[in-house]
T-cell receptor
Framework: AQSVTQPDIHITVSEGASLELRCNYS??????LFWYVQSPGQGLQLLLKYFSGDTLVQGIKGFEAEFKRSQSSFNLRKPSVHWSDAAEYFCAVVAPMKTSYDKVIFGPGTSLSVIP | NAGVTQTPKFRVLKTGQSMTLLCAQD?????MYWYRQDPGMGLRLIHY???????AKGEVPDGYNVSRLKKQNFLLGLESAAPSQTSVYFC?????????FGQGTRLTVV
């Protein structure tokens, strides 16, 4: 069955420290991959996406993610975390060419806390 | 630049009561969705619509009904609320691979 896992339910980092949020997927083929961020009281906002090509993708707010086919992973990284990055982060996948969101599978989310 | 607007933002219901959540988008999107978000479970699709007058079931449709009488509006109804429906509800609309989410409605059923 297709699934998305985010092994870390909650992560706490100090402001200025580096960050890596893990995402692993189980899919029949290489899916399209997304990372979304949900700030407190807000809806989800797209950080970045990977469809094909360069496996290191840059997103908004200084985030990047690397697709590793051999590990079925799409981990999100940021070199230096800011207090405003405290939020819930969701990884999502969808079959290639089928990007209507009724087919998108969201991971359970990772909650990020930032210590001043 | 309203985007996707959900009404209301908060609501407390008693078991057995009914209510309707309204989602409005001003981007002329064909696709609209209702999700519920529960801790540790991510977003789960309740119902969706691929255009005016059409609706379809998602992953967790039981206990909910929807209507899309106008392209810009997608209504989610709870006919007889249950405590298991306590959740945060998100509406979204999409165009291609881009989705736009509302700010959510926090619903508590007591």
């Amino acid at each position: 069955a297709q699934s998305v896992t985010q092994p870390d339910i909650h992560i706490t980092v100090s402001e200025g420290a580096s960050l890596e949020l893990r995402c692993n997927y189980s899919y029949g083929a290489t899916p399209y991959l997304f990372w979304y961020v949900q700030s407190p009281g807000q809806g989800l906002q797209l950080l970045l996406k990977y469809f094909s090509g360069d496996t290191l993708v840059q997103g908004i707010k200084g985030f990047e993610a690397e697709f590793k086919r051999s590990q079925s992973s799409f981990n999100l990284r940021k070199p230096s975390v800011h207090w405003s990055d405290a939020a819930e982060y969701f990884c999502a996948v969808v079959a290639p060419m089928k990007t209507s969101y009724d087919k998108v599978i969201f991971g359970p989310g990772t909650s990020l806390s930032v210590i001043p | 630049n309203a985007g996707v607007t959900q009404t209301p933002k908060f609501r407390v219901l008693k078991t057995g009561q009914s209510m309707t959540l309204l989602c409005a988008q001003d981007m002329n999107h064909e696709y609209m969705y209702w999700y519920r978000q529960d801790p540790g479970m991510g977003l789960r699709l309740i119902h969706y619509s691929v255009g005016e007058g059409t609706t379809a079931k998602g992953e967790v449709p039981d206990g909910y009904n929807v209507s899309r009488l106008k392209k810009q509006n997608f209504l989610l109804g709870l006919e007889s609320a249950a405590p298991s429906q306590t959740s945060v509800y998100f509406c979204a609309s999409s165009y291609g691979d881009l989705a736009f989410f509302g700010q959510g409605t926090r619903l508590t059923v007591v």
